[in-house]
């Protein structure tokens, strides 16, 4: 999600996730990292005050504590696996 | 720096890109091989696409779709709209979208890999699809003016780009102002140690 707010968008919304890999003909080398397909969209800011303000509200979430859920939220390093 | 990072060179983005685009040569001309991750209109039907957006659309494109999400179940792609679909592969998105923004609308299509291009590209001279258009480019640097795009989608590939945030920079750059972003990607539950990240066979295979 950090990636996403700091490349100027907001409303970033994660709406499905699936175990898209299980059941493939051949095995991810990746598996143990517990992949999943998502489903996530987002809006790029209207304008500069929009996203000034949108990136205050993000520091504030991360100052706060509440901008994390326990999961790797769209880690800008994933890999396809 | 912990001791995994080390031991391991830097990414070679030359080399990942080249080891990505022969993975992605063989799905669009054996995508019947068997790969680590589904193809085809299985994995359409997983990913809950409609037989609806499927009609019309040539069997080649859909034979080696690869994605992992579902980017038209974020938000209806509008009449009139301009859409860039990111890591176009064989076309299968970019042809639904051509579809859902009708004659008036623009789609262009932006891949690496050349055997996938000449795919599309085929599959929309059959489709006959005349408002999608394919380019050879990179996500970070993507052949398209400046805030041309109403929506840019994208499915199961900016997990494979090295440089995310140049990516997602250039996806805002293309974009207008209130521009809508709808992905479909992975994510990962665990943590990557930093090692992981730096193997080339871990980001394709």
């Known amino acids: ?81 | 720096m912990s001791e995994d990072v080390r031991e391991q060179p830097a990414l070679d983005i030359g080399s990942l890109r080249e080891a990505i685009r022969e993975e992605y040569a063989e799905v669009a001309s054996d995508p019947h091989k068997g790969f680590h991750f589904h193809t085809g209109r299985p994995l359409a039907r997983m990913l809950e696409y409609s037989d609806e957006w499927l009609e019309g659309i040539p069997e080649p494109s859909i034979e080696s779709f690869a994605g992992t999400g579902n980017p038209f179940s974020l938000g209806e792609l509008r009449p009139g709209e301009r859409i860039v679909d990111l890591g176009s592969g064989a076309g299968i998105d970019s042809l639904i979208a051509a579809k859902k923004v009708g004659p008036e609308g623009r789609v262009i299509g932006v891949d690496m890999t050349p055997a996938m291009l000449e795919k599309a590209r085929l599959a929309a001279k059959h489709a006959g699809l005349t408002n999608v258009e394919f380019r050879e480019g990179y996500a970070e640097a993507l052949p398209v003016d400046d805030g041309w795009a109403d929506v840019v989608i994208s499915n199961g590939v900016l997990n494979l780009v090295p440089d995310k945030t140049a990516a997602l920079l250039e996806i805002g750059r293309v974009l207008g102002p209130n521009g809508r972003l709808q992905i479909g990607d992975i994510l990962v539950q665990k943590a990557v140690p930093e090692s992981a990240k730096r193997k080339i066979d871990l980001w394709t295979g």
């Open chain 1, 1 to 81: 999600m950090a990636t996403v707010v700091a490349a100027g968008f907001v409303d970033f919304e994660i709406t499905w996730r699936k175990d898209v890999f299980g059941g493939a003909p051949q095995a991810g080398s990746a598996e143990n990292f517990g992949t999943l397909g998502i489903n996530f969209r987002a809006r790029k800011t209207t304008d500069e005050e929009e996203l000034a303000a949108a990136l205050a509200a993000w520091s504030c979430e991360i100052s706060n504590g509440t901008g994390e859920d326990g999961e790797r939220e769209y880690d800008p390093h994933l890999y396809r696996p």
